[in-house]
C-alpha cells in the first residue's frame, strides 16, 4: 500500500512537526482579599504581578494582563481549549497566597490569619477582538488606587 501525501504537506513533515494551538480562549479572572479588605499597598501590587507571572509561565498560561487593586486582583489569560480554568485558577491563587505571605507578613496580622484570598471568583469570557478593550479599561479603572494621597494642608501650601 502506497500513501502519497500532497509535496507541501510532505516537505513540512521532513522539517519537523510542532504543535499549534489554533484556538486559544480568553478569561478575565477577578478575585478578592478575604473578606474584601483593602490592604494591597504598592509593595505588594509588584510582588502580586511576578507571582502570578511565574505561576502562569510554569503552567504554560498565557498572561495577558494583570491588574491589582487594593482588595482583588484581576488577571485577563488565554488557555488552550485543553486547559481548564478552574484548575489554572486554582494554581495561580494558591502560588501567589503561599509566597505572599512569606514575602509580606504583615498581612497575616492584617487579614487576622494565614488565608490571603477569598474562595469565590469571578470569570468572564472575553472575545479576542475585545481583549484590547478589555485591558484599557483595567488599566484606568486601577490606574488612581496606589497614587500618593496628598494632605488637604499640603494642597493649601502648593496654592497659596
Not at 85 to 108: C, F, I, N, T, Y
Request: charged letters at 30%.
Amino acid at each position: 500500500m502506497e500513501t502519497y501525501l500532497a509535496p507541501a504537506v510532505h516537505e513540512a513533515l521532513l522539517k519537523g512537526w510542532e504543535p499549534i494551538d489554533r484556538s486559544r480562549l480568553h478569561y478575565l479572572v477577578t478575585w478578592s482579599t478575604r473578606g474584601r479588605r483593602p490592604v494591597l499597598k504598592d509593595r505588594h501590587v509588584e510582588t502580586i504581578r511576578s507571582l502570578v507571572s511565574k505561576a502562569c509561565e510554569e503552567r504554560s498560561i498565557d498572561l495577558i494582563e494583570v491588574v491589582v487593586g487594593t482588595d482583588h486582583v484581576h488577571v485577563l489569560m488565554g488557555l488552550t481549549p485543553t486547559q481548564s480554568v478552574a484548575a489554572s485558577v486554582r494554581e495561580v491563587k494558591g502560588r501567589a497566597s503561599m509566597d505572599l505571605l512569606q514575602r509580606h507578613p504583615e498581612l497575616r496580622v492584617w487579614l487576622r490569619g494565614n488565608l490571603v484570598w477569598d474562595e469565590r471568583y469571578a470569570v468572564e469570557t472575553v472575545n479576542s477582538a475585545r481583549l484590547e478593550a478589555v485591558r484599557d479599561r483595567l488599566r484606568h479603572t486601577h490606574q488612581e488606587a496606589f497614587l500618593p494621597e496628598v494632605p488637604e494642608h499640603e494642597d493649601w501650601a502648593a496654592a497659596s
